[in-house]
């Protein structure tokens, strides 16, 4: 079973520069925090050139967020909030 987490790494990695384009782009960046779920960000990233696997992305998501403070949480208001900050790009970037 162990098997089906190699495509991870190059999933998250798909995500990471498909959230450095999202980080440069006005416009698409108000795509994402406007997607109502996981799905659509997937979508959005497939539109892209981009292919996530939201299983990968989730298991990722949870990863980084058990760690996170409370204050980073608060902040956090839509799906598009919560990658950017768990893979390494803010709108401050």
């Not at 987490?5 to 406007?34: T, W």
Request: glycine share 6%; proline share 1%.
């Amino acid at each position: 079973m162990r098997a089906a987490h190699h495509a991870q790494p190059v999933s998250i990695a798909a995500l990471q520069s498909f959230l450095a384009k999202v980080s440069n782009d006005e416009a698409l960046r108000d795509r994402l925090h406007a997607a109502a779920g996981l799905n659509d960000v997937v979508a959005l990233a497939a539109e892209h050139g981009h292919s996530v696997d939201k299983t990968a992305v989730l298991r990722e998501h949870a990863k980084v967020l058990s760690t996170a403070e409370d204050h980073e949480l608060a902040g956090i208001n839509s799906w598009g909030d919560a990658l950017m900050h768990c893979f390494g790009a803010t709108d401050a970037e």
